[in-house]
Protein backbone atom coordinates (compact mmCIF):
# COMPACT_ATOMS: atom_id res chain seq x y z
CA UNK A 1 0.00 0.00 0.00
CA UNK A 2 1.09 3.01 -0.95
CA UNK A 3 2.15 6.10 1.79
CA UNK A 4 -0.26 8.72 2.49
CA UNK A 5 1.04 11.88 1.29
CA UNK A 6 2.39 14.36 3.39
CA UNK A 7 0.94 17.83 2.39
CA UNK A 8 3.12 21.06 2.93
CA UNK A 9 2.55 23.97 2.43
CA UNK A 10 5.97 26.36 1.31
CA UNK A 11 5.60 30.12 0.45
CA UNK A 12 8.68 32.34 -1.24
CA UNK A 13 7.66 35.49 -2.52
CA UNK A 14 11.15 35.90 -5.22
CA UNK A 15 13.99 34.64 -6.96
CA UNK A 16 16.20 34.15 -4.03
CA UNK A 17 13.58 33.02 -1.91
CA UNK A 18 12.47 30.17 -4.61
CA UNK A 19 15.81 29.30 -4.73
CA UNK A 20 16.27 28.92 -0.59
CA UNK A 21 12.79 26.87 -1.10
CA UNK A 22 13.85 24.21 -3.12
CA UNK A 23 17.23 23.82 -1.37
CA UNK A 24 15.05 23.08 1.62
CA UNK A 25 12.29 20.73 0.14
CA UNK A 26 15.40 18.81 -1.26
CA UNK A 27 16.71 18.73 1.94
CA UNK A 28 13.72 17.67 3.55
CA UNK A 29 13.13 14.46 1.07
CA UNK A 30 16.45 13.55 1.53
CA UNK A 31 16.07 13.84 5.68
CA UNK A 32 12.67 11.81 5.55
CA UNK A 33 12.27 9.61 2.69
CA UNK A 34 9.86 7.13 4.53
CA UNK A 35 7.43 10.39 3.55
CA UNK A 36 5.90 10.89 0.82
CA UNK A 37 6.42 15.05 0.84
CA UNK A 38 3.65 16.39 -0.76
CA UNK A 39 4.98 20.10 -1.25
CA UNK A 40 2.73 23.16 -2.63
CA UNK A 41 2.34 26.84 -2.45
CA UNK A 42 4.06 29.89 -4.12
CA UNK A 43 7.90 30.11 -5.96
CA UNK A 44 9.23 30.04 -9.24
CA UNK A 45 11.35 27.82 -11.50
CA UNK A 46 13.28 26.18 -8.59
CA UNK A 47 10.64 25.47 -6.62
CA UNK A 48 8.14 23.89 -9.35
CA UNK A 49 11.70 21.17 -10.51
CA UNK A 50 11.96 20.25 -6.92
CA UNK A 51 8.32 19.15 -7.55
CA UNK A 52 6.66 21.12 -5.88
CA UNK A 53 2.76 22.18 -6.96
CA UNK A 54 2.92 26.37 -7.35
CA UNK A 55 -0.69 27.64 -7.29
CA UNK A 56 1.13 31.09 -8.04
CA UNK A 57 4.57 31.89 -10.05
CA UNK A 58 6.04 34.70 -8.14
CA UNK A 59 9.01 35.79 -10.52
CA UNK A 60 7.00 39.23 -11.67
CA UNK A 61 6.29 40.06 -7.82
CA UNK A 62 9.19 41.46 -6.84
CA UNK A 63 9.13 44.53 -5.57
CA UNK A 64 11.47 47.30 -4.05
CA UNK A 65 9.95 50.41 -1.41
CA UNK A 66 6.36 49.98 -0.73
CA UNK A 67 5.19 52.43 -3.84
CA UNK A 68 6.22 49.86 -6.48
CA UNK A 69 5.05 47.04 -4.13
CA UNK A 70 1.07 48.75 -4.48
CA UNK A 71 1.60 48.06 -8.50
CA UNK A 72 1.53 44.08 -7.27
CA UNK A 73 -1.11 44.84 -4.67
CA UNK A 74 -4.01 42.81 -6.72
CA UNK A 75 -1.62 40.01 -7.21
CA UNK A 76 -0.16 39.72 -4.24
CA UNK A 77 -4.00 39.54 -2.73
CA UNK A 78 -5.45 36.84 -4.89
CA UNK A 79 -2.01 34.85 -3.93
CA UNK A 80 -3.17 35.66 -0.13
CA UNK A 81 -6.48 34.38 -0.60
CA UNK A 82 -5.61 31.25 -2.86
CA UNK A 83 -3.05 29.85 -0.16
CA UNK A 84 -5.45 30.21 2.71
CA UNK A 85 -8.44 28.63 0.62
CA UNK A 86 -5.81 25.61 -0.39
CA UNK A 87 -4.59 25.56 3.48
CA UNK A 88 -8.11 25.01 4.99
CA UNK A 89 -8.92 22.77 2.23
CA UNK A 90 -5.29 20.62 2.04
CA UNK A 91 -4.38 20.77 6.09
CA UNK A 92 -1.25 20.95 5.51
CA UNK A 93 1.12 19.19 8.15
CA UNK A 94 2.58 22.28 8.24
CA UNK A 95 3.76 25.69 6.23
CA UNK A 96 7.12 27.00 5.65
CA UNK A 97 7.60 30.41 5.23
CA UNK A 98 10.42 31.44 3.47
CA UNK A 99 11.75 35.25 3.46
CA UNK A 100 9.08 37.98 2.43
CA UNK A 101 8.05 39.19 5.77
CA UNK A 102 5.50 41.71 4.36
CA UNK A 103 3.71 38.85 2.68
CA UNK A 104 4.59 35.88 5.04
CA UNK A 105 3.97 37.49 8.57
CA UNK A 106 0.25 38.31 8.25
CA UNK A 107 -0.21 34.82 6.72
CA UNK A 108 1.37 33.28 9.63
CA UNK A 109 -1.34 34.87 11.76
CA UNK A 110 -4.01 33.24 9.73
CA UNK A 111 -2.40 29.82 9.11
CA UNK A 112 -2.21 29.93 13.04
CA UNK A 113 -5.62 30.44 13.48
CA UNK A 114 -6.73 27.60 11.41
CA UNK A 115 -3.92 24.95 13.38
CA UNK A 116 -1.61 24.94 11.26
CA UNK A 117 2.22 24.94 12.75
CA UNK A 118 4.12 27.51 11.24
CA UNK A 119 8.19 27.64 10.45
CA UNK A 120 9.86 30.61 9.38
CA UNK A 121 12.79 29.94 6.94
CA UNK A 122 15.21 33.03 6.84
CA UNK A 123 14.13 35.22 9.46
CA UNK A 124 13.05 38.68 9.00
CA UNK A 125 15.66 41.47 9.62
CA UNK A 126 14.43 43.12 12.39
CA UNK A 127 17.07 43.86 14.43
CA UNK A 128 17.90 46.63 11.81
CA UNK A 129 13.91 48.03 10.78
CA UNK A 130 10.24 47.37 12.02
CA UNK A 131 11.41 45.52 15.94
CA UNK A 132 7.13 45.69 16.84
CA UNK A 133 7.31 42.97 14.01
CA UNK A 134 8.43 40.62 16.93
CA UNK A 135 4.96 40.58 18.44
CA UNK A 136 3.55 38.82 15.53
CA UNK A 137 6.60 36.19 15.27
CA UNK A 138 6.51 35.08 19.21
CA UNK A 139 2.47 34.64 18.54
CA UNK A 140 2.29 32.72 15.31
CA UNK A 141 5.63 31.33 14.78
CA UNK A 142 6.53 28.20 16.31
CA UNK A 143 10.11 27.61 14.58
CA UNK A 144 12.50 30.29 13.53
CA UNK A 145 15.52 29.11 11.05
CA UNK A 146 18.19 31.92 10.66
CA UNK A 147 21.18 32.04 8.52
CA UNK A 148 23.28 35.21 9.88
CA UNK A 149 24.98 34.02 13.47
CA UNK A 150 23.97 36.98 15.62
CA UNK A 151 20.36 36.50 14.84
CA UNK A 152 20.00 33.18 17.02
CA UNK A 153 20.79 35.09 20.29
CA UNK A 154 18.71 37.99 18.94
CA UNK A 155 15.56 36.08 18.76
CA UNK A 156 16.33 33.50 21.50
CA UNK A 157 16.44 36.44 24.00
CA UNK A 158 12.74 37.41 23.31
CA UNK A 159 11.40 33.76 23.72
CA UNK A 160 11.71 32.75 20.25
CA UNK A 161 12.45 28.94 19.09
CA UNK A 162 15.27 30.03 16.35
CA UNK A 163 18.25 27.98 15.24
CA UNK A 164 21.59 29.27 13.55
CA UNK A 165 21.87 26.94 10.36
CA UNK A 166 24.10 28.15 8.80
CA UNK A 167 24.23 30.76 5.79
CA UNK A 168 23.55 29.06 2.65
CA UNK A 169 25.62 31.87 0.83
CA UNK A 170 28.68 30.90 2.39
CA UNK A 171 27.89 26.83 1.96
CA UNK A 172 27.63 27.56 -1.66
CA UNK A 173 29.85 30.50 -2.33
CA UNK A 174 33.68 29.00 -3.48
CA UNK A 175 35.05 32.38 -5.44
CA UNK A 176 37.42 30.93 -8.58
CA UNK A 177 40.94 32.38 -7.43
CA UNK A 178 40.11 31.81 -3.80
CA UNK A 179 40.05 35.23 -3.21
CA UNK A 180 42.29 36.30 -5.72
CA UNK A 181 42.16 37.87 -9.22
CA UNK A 182 43.03 35.21 -11.95
CA UNK A 183 45.65 35.73 -14.27
CA UNK A 184 46.61 39.16 -12.64
CA UNK A 185 47.92 42.05 -14.56
CA UNK A 186 49.08 45.59 -13.93
CA UNK A 187 46.18 47.62 -14.64
CA UNK A 188 42.95 46.97 -11.85
CA UNK A 189 39.82 45.29 -12.60
CA UNK A 190 36.64 46.92 -10.39
CA UNK A 191 33.60 45.37 -10.56
CA UNK A 192 29.70 46.86 -10.41
CA UNK A 193 26.80 44.75 -9.11
CA UNK A 194 23.82 46.69 -9.83
CA UNK A 195 21.26 44.58 -8.35
CA UNK A 196 18.52 41.89 -9.82
CA UNK A 197 15.08 44.55 -9.67
CA UNK A 198 14.79 46.80 -12.31
CA UNK A 199 14.00 49.76 -10.01
CA UNK A 200 16.83 48.76 -8.22
CA UNK A 201 19.44 48.77 -11.30
CA UNK A 202 17.72 52.36 -12.55
CA UNK A 203 18.61 53.92 -9.70
CA UNK A 204 22.17 52.45 -8.13
CA UNK A 205 23.87 51.92 -11.57
CA UNK A 206 24.37 55.46 -12.69
CA UNK A 207 26.29 56.02 -8.99
CA UNK A 208 28.55 52.93 -9.98
CA UNK A 209 28.89 55.11 -13.51
CA UNK A 210 29.55 57.97 -11.92
CA UNK A 211 32.22 56.34 -9.80
CA UNK A 212 33.87 54.75 -12.72
CA UNK A 213 34.00 58.25 -14.53
CA UNK A 214 35.52 59.79 -11.52
CA UNK A 215 38.03 56.28 -10.96
CA UNK A 216 39.08 56.01 -14.82
CA UNK A 217 39.96 59.97 -14.45
CA UNK A 218 42.32 59.08 -11.52
CA UNK A 219 44.13 56.09 -12.64
CA UNK A 220 44.80 53.59 -15.51
CA UNK A 221 41.24 50.52 -14.46
CA UNK A 222 39.34 48.34 -16.39
CA UNK A 223 35.63 47.51 -15.76
CA UNK A 224 33.36 45.06 -15.34
CA UNK A 225 29.43 44.89 -14.68
CA UNK A 226 27.86 41.48 -13.80
CA UNK A 227 24.34 41.44 -14.96
CA UNK A 228 21.53 39.65 -13.00
CA UNK A 229 19.35 36.97 -15.26
CA UNK A 230 16.44 38.86 -14.53
CA UNK A 231 17.50 42.08 -16.17
CA UNK A 232 17.51 42.48 -19.95
CA UNK A 233 21.41 43.85 -21.26
CA UNK A 234 18.91 46.58 -23.31
CA UNK A 235 17.99 47.78 -19.79
CA UNK A 236 21.39 48.44 -18.67
CA UNK A 237 22.45 49.80 -22.20
CA UNK A 238 19.26 52.10 -21.56
CA UNK A 239 20.90 53.08 -18.05
CA UNK A 240 24.19 54.00 -19.90
CA UNK A 241 22.36 55.72 -22.65
CA UNK A 242 20.94 57.80 -20.59
CA UNK A 243 23.89 58.76 -18.22
CA UNK A 244 26.17 59.44 -21.14
CA UNK A 245 23.03 61.60 -22.79
CA UNK A 246 23.85 64.11 -19.88
CA UNK A 247 27.30 65.36 -21.52
CA UNK A 248 29.15 62.76 -19.69
CA UNK A 249 32.09 60.19 -21.11
CA UNK A 250 31.17 56.67 -20.08
CA UNK A 251 34.13 54.62 -19.64
CA UNK A 252 34.40 51.48 -21.45
CA UNK A 253 32.43 48.82 -19.30
CA UNK A 254 32.39 45.41 -20.20
CA UNK A 255 29.08 43.40 -18.97
CA UNK A 256 29.03 39.73 -18.37
CA UNK A 257 27.01 37.43 -17.68
CA UNK A 258 27.71 34.22 -15.41
CA UNK A 259 27.85 33.24 -12.11
CA UNK A 260 28.79 35.69 -9.22
CA UNK A 261 31.99 32.84 -8.16
CA UNK A 262 33.49 33.63 -11.35
CA UNK A 263 32.76 37.11 -11.28
CA UNK A 264 34.44 38.10 -7.94
CA UNK A 265 37.53 36.01 -8.70
CA UNK A 266 38.28 38.44 -11.71
CA UNK A 267 38.16 41.81 -9.18
CA UNK A 268 40.54 43.85 -7.59
CA UNK A 269 37.56 46.01 -5.92
CA UNK A 270 33.94 46.21 -6.18
CA UNK A 271 31.22 48.37 -5.62
CA UNK A 272 27.97 46.35 -5.08
CA UNK A 273 24.42 47.03 -4.11
CA UNK A 274 23.45 46.22 -0.77
CA UNK A 275 22.13 42.68 -0.10
CA UNK A 276 23.53 38.80 -0.23
CA UNK A 277 26.11 40.11 -2.88
CA UNK A 278 27.78 42.10 -0.17
CA UNK A 279 28.30 38.57 1.87
CA UNK A 280 29.88 37.18 -1.50
CA UNK A 281 32.17 40.02 -2.06
CA UNK A 282 33.31 39.37 1.51
CA UNK A 283 33.38 35.49 0.94
CA UNK A 284 35.56 36.26 -1.97
CA UNK A 285 37.67 38.57 0.26
CA UNK A 286 37.17 41.52 -2.64
CA UNK A 287 38.02 44.75 -1.08
CA UNK A 288 34.29 46.40 -1.68
CA UNK A 289 32.15 49.33 -0.97
CA UNK A 290 28.50 49.07 -0.91
CA UNK A 291 26.20 51.23 -2.21
CA UNK A 292 21.83 51.87 -1.59
CA UNK A 293 19.80 53.82 -3.31
CA UNK A 294 15.68 54.22 -3.07
CA UNK A 295 13.13 56.82 -4.23
CA UNK A 296 12.96 59.62 -2.54
CA UNK A 297 9.44 59.15 -1.35
CA UNK A 298 10.36 55.51 -0.34
CA UNK A 299 13.35 56.23 1.88
CA UNK A 300 11.27 59.17 3.50
CA UNK A 301 8.23 56.77 4.56
CA UNK A 302 10.68 53.97 5.53
CA UNK A 303 13.45 55.58 7.39
CA UNK A 304 11.50 56.19 10.16
CA UNK A 305 10.88 52.17 10.79
CA UNK A 306 14.95 51.50 10.62
CA UNK A 307 16.62 50.65 13.94
CA UNK A 308 20.40 50.53 12.31
CA UNK A 309 23.16 52.29 10.97
CA UNK A 310 24.37 49.39 8.82
CA UNK A 311 23.11 48.28 6.01
CA UNK A 312 25.74 46.04 4.93
CA UNK A 313 25.45 41.88 5.79
CA UNK A 314 29.45 41.96 5.87
CA UNK A 315 29.63 44.71 8.46
CA UNK A 316 27.11 43.12 10.47
CA UNK A 317 28.89 39.44 10.62
CA UNK A 318 32.00 40.63 10.95
CA UNK A 319 30.68 43.06 14.20
CA UNK A 320 32.67 46.27 13.02
CA UNK A 321 32.54 48.74 9.93
CA UNK A 322 34.78 46.68 7.53
CA UNK A 323 33.86 48.25 4.62
CA UNK A 324 32.43 51.76 4.08
CA UNK A 325 28.74 51.97 3.41
CA UNK A 326 27.22 54.97 0.87
CA UNK A 327 23.71 55.06 1.30
CA UNK A 328 21.23 57.88 -0.28
CA UNK A 329 22.44 61.23 -0.29
CA UNK A 330 26.11 59.78 0.56
CA UNK A 331 26.05 57.27 -2.67
CA UNK A 332 28.10 59.42 -4.91
CA UNK A 333 30.28 58.41 -7.35
CA UNK A 334 33.11 60.95 -6.21
CA UNK A 335 33.10 59.23 -2.87
CA UNK A 336 33.02 56.11 -4.00
CA UNK A 337 35.94 56.71 -6.43
CA UNK A 338 37.97 58.20 -4.27
CA UNK A 339 37.57 55.11 -1.69
CA UNK A 340 38.30 52.53 -4.94
CA UNK A 341 41.49 54.64 -5.93
CA UNK A 342 42.98 54.61 -2.11
CA UNK A 343 42.65 50.93 -1.90
CA UNK A 344 43.59 49.99 -5.59
CA UNK A 345 46.58 52.49 -4.58
CA UNK A 346 47.75 50.88 -1.76
CA UNK A 347 48.72 47.33 -1.39
CA UNK A 348 48.98 47.62 2.28
CA UNK A 349 45.54 49.03 2.47
CA UNK A 350 43.96 46.12 0.50
CA UNK A 351 45.46 43.55 2.04
CA UNK A 352 44.44 44.92 5.52
CA UNK A 353 40.93 44.54 4.19
CA UNK A 354 41.38 41.63 2.50
CA UNK A 355 42.34 40.33 6.15
CA UNK A 356 38.88 41.92 8.00
CA UNK A 357 36.71 39.93 5.16
CA UNK A 358 38.53 36.70 5.43
CA UNK A 359 37.80 37.04 8.94
CA UNK A 360 34.41 37.81 9.02
CA UNK A 361 33.79 35.42 6.42
CA UNK A 362 34.63 32.99 8.99
CA UNK A 363 32.40 33.49 11.65
CA UNK A 364 29.49 32.36 9.13
CA UNK A 365 30.90 28.74 9.77
CA UNK A 366 30.24 25.88 7.29
CA UNK A 367 26.96 24.07 8.33
CA UNK A 368 24.91 23.69 5.29
CA UNK A 369 22.07 25.73 5.64
CA UNK A 370 19.44 22.89 4.01
CA UNK A 371 20.48 20.19 5.41
CA UNK A 372 20.41 21.89 9.19
CA UNK A 373 17.61 23.22 8.23
CA UNK A 374 15.58 19.84 7.27
CA UNK A 375 16.80 17.97 10.67
CA UNK A 376 15.53 20.89 13.15
CA UNK A 377 12.10 20.74 10.81
CA UNK A 378 12.51 16.73 11.31
CA UNK A 379 13.27 17.30 14.61
CA UNK A 380 10.68 19.82 15.38
CA UNK A 381 7.65 18.69 12.99
CA UNK A 382 8.00 14.77 12.84
CA UNK A 383 8.81 11.76 14.36
CA UNK A 384 12.27 11.49 14.70
CA UNK A 385 12.91 7.84 14.22
CA UNK A 386 12.19 8.70 10.79
CA UNK A 387 15.00 10.72 10.18
CA UNK A 388 17.69 9.23 7.87
CA UNK A 389 20.59 11.27 10.52
Known amino acids: MAPVPTSILIVSGETSGDRHGAGLIRALRERLPKRDLAFFGSGGREMAEAATELLFDVSRLSAIGPLAALTNLRDYVTLFRRLLDEAR ?63 EEYYGARGVRAHYVGNPTA ?27 RKEVDLILPIQ ?47 VDGSSEEFFGGLDGAVVKSGT ?48 EFVQREARGERIGCYLEKVLGDRFVCERIRSDLRRAGRRLGSLDAYSEGARRIAGGFFDERENTA
Open 209 to 255: LDAAAFLAGRMPVRFRLLRAPEIPVQRLRDVMDRWAGQGRKLPEIDV
Open 89 to 151: RRRPVLAILVDFPDFNLPLARRLKSIGIPVCYFIGPQLWAWRPSRMKQIQRYVDLMLVILPFE
Open 277 to 324: STLEAMLAEVPFAMVYRLAPLSWYLLRPLVRTRTYCLANLVAGAPIVP
Open 171 to 197: RRFRPAGGGTRVGRASTPVVGFLPGSR
